[in-house]
Every structure is written in C-alpha cells, then in structure tokens.
C-alpha cells in the first residue's frame, strides 16, 4: 500500500544526543518536505527536497540537516539536541498539483 | 505578502450546525487553495481544494467559498458533527512553486 512513513513516532533523549529522525514514503513521488509542528499549531517548513540529490532549507530556521540520496528515503538529523528541539516533525511528499500526503509525525522530547 | 491569514484561532459549534472558517490571502498569484484537517497524533490530510477559475467548490458537506477580488477563501463544514472536532488548516501555493503557504490553523469543537 503507498503511504508514507515515520519513525519513531516518539522519542526522549537527552541534551546534547546525536539523532535521526527517519521518513520514508511508498508513492515514488519526488518532492519531500519536513515540517516542525507544535501540537495543533501552525506548521513551519524546515527542509525540502524537489528530487535526488536536491535539498532546501526552508522558512524556519533549523540546526538539522537532512539528506536525500534515494528518492523514497528523507532522514532528518540533529547533530546535537537541545531542550529547544522539543517540538512534532511531520514529513510530507507530493508529486502533482501541490497536494502534500504527510507521515504521522515524530514527537520529540530532549530533556 | 506571503502570508495567509486564518481566522478564528478556534471556534465551538452545536451538532448539526455550520461551521465557517476564514482564510485572506494577499499574493495575487496564488492559484490553489487546500484545507487540511488534522486530528491529534495524525499529521494534516488533504480535505477539499479549490483553484481559482471557480468560486465554489462542494464535496459533501464540506464546501470552499472563494473570492477572487476580496482575496478571500473560507471553508464550510455543514450539519457539523463530533467527528468533524479537529484542527483545520488554509494553505495556498502558486505555480510551480510546492511549496505550501500555511495558515495558522484553527482549532473546532463540535459539541453534542
């Protein structure tokens, strides 16, 4: 079945940890979006990817990093994480028309 | 003049009534217009978009109202239920830009 993926959907680490979060979608569509959302608010895009190869920082500033090698897969890093990293990431792809599918989200806790 | 402005911030509606929510948007080429519904734990699913050659578009109970000259798009939710209860999101893209221009989102009750 085509969707998209998330993992973990939940996480607690401490400060200062190295971490991934991991998206990966089964609709072979070619754009990938991260977002960082707090619950029930507005969402704010922090990486994009238009293809293989092809990453974007987006309207918010964000310490992670992410990367696009193999057009299902889109990992987001934080290289270290901080009690400000608390916060949802949502990823999303579309293909046609703007219409963006999203994973169920990661909720991350840094203590 | 990229933003979208979404009001209200939340809104309580009776079972079976109607629910209004409100998008304004400035950059005039701007030309799709989704609504996300969004529940809590889930992430935001597609609900109902419109372009602008139309100034109305229905599926079901849920409706998009659209303004080309007020720049204006708002979604209508009628005989609201329960299960209507979620966040829902105005966004607008334009051209071959993906990327999406959200709105803040407003959160609906529906009570019984």
């Known amino acids: 079945e085509a969707d998209i993926y998330q993992t973990p959907r939940y996480l607690v680490i401490g400060t200062g940890k190295k971490i991934t979060l991991e998206c990966s979608q089964t609709m072979g569509h070619d754009k990938m979006y991260w977002y960082q959302q707090d619950p029930g608010m507005e969402l704010h895009l922090i990486h994009y990817?238009?293809?293989?190869?092809?990453?974007e920082k987006g309207d918010l500033s964000s310490e992670s990093t992410v990367s696009r090698i193999r057009t299902e897969h889109f990992p987001l890093t934080l290289e270290s994480a901080r009690p400000s990293h608390t916060s949802q990431y949502l990823c999303?792809?579309?293909?046609?028309?703007?219409?963006?599918?999203f994973g169920p989200g990661t909720r991350l806790t840094v203590l | 003049q990229q933003q979208v402005k979404q009001s209200p911030q939340s809104l309580i509606v009776q079972k079976g009534g109607i629910s209004i929510i409100n998008c304004a948007y400035e950059?005039?080429?701007?030309?799709?217009f989704p609504w996300y519904q969004q529940f809590p734990g889930k992430g935001p699913a597609l609900l109902i978009a419109?372009?602008?050659d139309v100034s109305e578009k229905k599926e079901g109970r849920f409706t998009i109202s659209f303004n080309k000259s007020a720049k204006q798009f708002s979604l209508h939710i009628m005989d609201s239920q329960p299960g209507d209860s979620a966040t829902y999101f105005c966004?607008?893209?334009?051209?071959?830009?993906?990327?999406?221009?959200w709105g803040a989102g407003t959160k609906l009750i529906i009570k019984p």
């Open positions: 990817s238009y293809g293989v190869n092809s990453t």
């Open positions: 966004a607008a893209s334009s051209g071959s830009n993906y990327q999406l221009i």
């Open positions: 999303a792809s579309s293909v046609l028309l703007n219409e963006q599918f």
């Open positions: 419109i372009r602008p």
């Open positions: 950059n005039t080429a701007f030309d799709y």
